[in-house]
């Protein structure tokens, strides 16, 4: 069976958000459709929002989407091939990842590997993992959605510069070895020695 590398034809390319994850409280989907609902005002050009995972939308979101009237912008693809979840990355105008609580993110340094640009929830834990970003403008409240509404205006405003940088700095994260997570660990226990 041939795996589709395209992106389903309702969706404009370069024209929306990805989020891949699991309909999950924590993960905070509600954020992104009342951001939605925000950037698209007066807007001709709207943006879409493509969500990938799990096909049932919970009856919390669904009526949201359609209190919002967003509904003509929301994609939810259920579970789709690899060959496709890379062409979704390859074709999105950013990868947003508006979490409340995460150990780390992988779906942001996979669209980094696609060559698409990311915007995090700032959260301890992800501003951790994306330290070699040296990019204020990716993080956003994720209680907040026009803090979400900036960043993506601040992204459209100079998306191929901010890319190359973010770029960079996924780059600079590769390089990193374990060595150097065993010193930074080794300067944290003497700190706390220190400390006492």
Avoid at 80 to 92: C, D, F, K
């Amino acid at each position: 069976v041939k795996q589709s590398t395209s992106i389903p034809e309702q969706i404009p390319p370069k024209r929306y958000l990805l989020y891949p994850a699991a309909f999950r409280s924590y993960k905070n989907h509600a954020l992104l459709l009342s951001a939605l609902s925000v950037l698209n005002q007066n807007r001709k050009d709207p943006y879409h929002l493509v969500f990938t995972g799990i096909t049932s939308t919970p009856e919390n979101l669904q009526k949201l989407i359609h209190d919002l009237a967003i509904s003509p912008w929301v994609h939810v693809l259920g579970k789709v091939s690899r060959s496709q979840l890379q062409a979704l990355y390859r074709q999105a105008f950013a990868t947003a990842v508006p979490s409340l609580y995460e150990q780390g993110s992988f779906p942001l340094m996979e669209a980094l590997s696609f060559g698409c640009p990311i915007l995090s929830s700032d959260i301890p834990s992800l501003r951790e993992q994306l330290s070699a970003m040296h990019d204020e403008d990716l993080f956003f409240d994720p209680h907040c959605s026009n803090s979400f509404v900036q960043a993506v205006e601040k992204l459209q405003a100079n998306r191929d510069t901010r890319l190359a940088d973010q770029l960079a700095g996924f780059e600079r994260m590769k390089q990193r070895t374990w060595s150097d997570a065993a010193q930074q660990w080794c300067e944290v226990f003497h700190q706390a020695l220190e400390g006492t």
